[in-house]
């Protein structure tokens, strides 16, 4: 890529070597899931899609996920940064940070959320909250994982927590199978409102009927994040191989193209890569 241009990158994508006691997430409709998906499958995919490269996200809930990730990421310098897994609740969680040092390539945490039995108190508790203010000071991005009927609760946490950048994944998991357009928008409106919350433009197809979705169903949604956020905080990311469930790769990178005729070079650049390249202060991105 020329100096003069930002990397374009898949924001949200995950790796593993599948073993059913560590992936209890991925049920019996699942089965294309259960599968090794490494690096050099993915790769192909994204040259095909003319990305530069990815954001490797944890997809288990062990600090031994944090490792594995950064061990690929040495490996494959395209995986431009990693996004771990540290128990954000527990008290010595300056010391498991400092176990993984200054890594540069490890740019930040996440925790499935949604899987809690209530999210909205695991999010508010005080432990959680010491954890990511933690976090915060420390210069790390924090990655939300709820469904939408939890935006109210991150809303809260994320005007609590404004030192570093948020980052809501996959649009807050809107219920498209019940066309709750109209209801989410309204619990996203004041999330997006903050400006250090970012935004996801991922795992919207497998909100939907794997099946039978089509894009004039999912591109109101696009819109309104548009709208809500603004180019300059959302960013591409396929949920690779998630998104197998219900579409192939290239089909999801497509989903978006129907939003580049409302966008601008700028903004078109910002969310295939700029906002990343910002939020995860990964190099290779120039202003």
């Known amino acids: 890529m020329s100096s003069s241009h930002s990397l374009r990158l898949d924001a949200h994508q ?11 997430w991925i049920g019996p409709d699942m089965s294309g899931l259960r599968r090794d998906f490494q690096p050099d499958d993915l790769r192909p995919l994204l040259d095909a899609a003319g990305l530069d490269g990815c954001i490797a996200v944890q997809a288990r809930a062990c600090a031994s996920e944090t490792d594995a990730l950064l061990l690929l990421a040495e490996r494959y310098p395209w995986i431009r940064a990693v996004v771990g897994w540290v128990d954000l609740c527990a008290s010595d969680l300056e010391q498991s940070l ?25 999010m508010l508790s005080h432990k959680f909250q010491r954890g990511l203010t933690t976090l915060q000071r420390q210069g790390l991005v924090y990655e939300v994982l709820v469904k939408a009927r939890d935006l109210g609760a991150v809303t809260k946490l994320c005007q609590q927590h404004d030192q570093h950048h948020l980052v809501l994944d996959h649009l807050g998991k809107p219920d498209v199978q019940a066309g709750d357009l109209t209801a989410w928008a309204k619990q996203l409106a004041p999330l997006a409102a903050l400006p250090h919350v970012s935004c996801k433009l991922s795992g919207l197809i497998t909100e939907a009927h794997w099946q039978h979705w089509h894009s004039a169903q999912l591109t109101p949604y696009l819109h309104t994040a548009l709208e809500l956020f603004g180019a300059d905080r959302l960013m591409f990311g396929s949920d690779w191989p998630v998104c197998l469930l219900a579409s192939d790769y290239t089909a999801t990178c497509t989903l978006l ?4 005729s409302s966008l601008s070079t700028s903004q078109h650049a910002a969310i295939w890569g700029g906002t990343a390249c910002r939020v995860y202060t990964i190099e290779g991105a120039t202003p």
């Open 98 to 122: 400092e176990r993984w040092g200054q890594n540069p390539v490890l740019r930040g945490f996440r925790h499935q959320l949604q899987d809690e039995p209530s999210p909205g108190d695991f």
């Open 14 to 24: 995950h790796f593993w070597r599948y073993d059913a006691t560590d992936y209890p």
């Open 257 to 260: 193209d129907s939003l580049s």
